[in-house]
Antibody
Framework: QITLKESGPTLVKPTQTLTLTCTFS??????????VGWIRQPPGKALDWLAF???????RYSPSLKSRLTITKDTSKNQVVLTMTNMDPVDTATYYC??????????????WGQGTLVTVSS | EIVMTQSPATLSVSPGERATLSCRAS??????LAWYQQKPGQAPRLLIY???TRATGIPARFSGSGSGTEFTLTISSLQSEDFAVYYC?????????FGQGTKVDIK
């Protein structure tokens, strides 16, 4: 059974750095074709693909946010960590982590975490 | 970046009726297209992948079609639990972009 769960602060101040952790079980991030990453959703708005990391340590970022994002993995701990610098109130959103598996890591998102709401406010 | 455009933004349908949702890609994504359902306060749920393959446990009233740049999600007979927001997503290349969503509400 595959599960993913997000953890991190619920409130951050503008200009601070956000660090979110996705802890997963039921699969290995060492398996070829597997990836874990992050999608966010501002309140009442659409889903926004942020970043994914893959079994071979390939990393892919949203072009519009690439300068602010870093994604890393700890295979031994079954964790993926996303950092986002210089947070702004417009970054207020529910942040989801998700699992993907497919050729070269391209595939549908068949497992999602429950999401964690991050509010950016002073 | 591939832009995904969904229409309509809102679709008002009576229970038991058919709903047809559209998704258009700014360039061909072959059949690398997924549909998700999202209810308030919940994470998205995968409905369709490969443009037309139902995910595990998804009822047969949900069907997907299309390839290239034009895709359709059809719900043959809307049930009360189907009123939700639906998103398409391309996974042809990175970033794996989503559409803006179609809200299906009760007429």
């Amino acid at each position: 059974q595959i599960t993913l769960k997000e953890s991190g602060p619920t409130l951050v101040k503008p200009t601070q750095t956000l660090t979110l952790t996705c802890t997963f079980s039921g699969f290995s991030l060492s398996t070829s074709g597997v990836g874990v990453g992050w999608i966010r959703q501002p309140p009442g708005k659409a889903l926004d693909w942020l970043a994914f990391i893959y079994w071979d340590d390939d990393k892919r970022y949203s072009p519009s946010l690439k300068s602010r994002l870093t994604i890393t993995k700890d295979t031994s701990k079954n964790q993926v960590v996303l950092t986002m610098t210089n947070m702004d109130p417009v970054d207020t959103a529910t942040y989801y982590c998700a699992h993907v598996e497919g050729p070269e890591g391209l595939g549908e998102l068949n497992y999602w975490g429950q999401g964690t709401l991050v509010t950016v406010s002073s | 970046e591939i832009v995904m455009t969904q229409s309509p933004a809102t679709l008002s349908v009576s229970p038991g009726e058919r709903a047809t949702l559209s998704c258009r890609a700014s360039q061909s994504v072959n059949s690398n297209l997924a549909w998700y359902q999202q209810k308030p306060g919940q994470a998205p749920r995968l409905l369709i992948y490969g443009a037309s393959t139902r995910a595990t446990g998804i009822p047969a009233r949900f069907s997907g079609s299309g390839s290239g740049t034009e895709f359709t999600l059809t719900i043959s007979s809307l049930q009360s639990e189907d009123f939700a927001v639906y998103y398409c997503q391309q996974y042809y290349n990175w970033p794996q972009t989503f559409g803006q969503g179609t809200k299906v509400d009760i007429k």
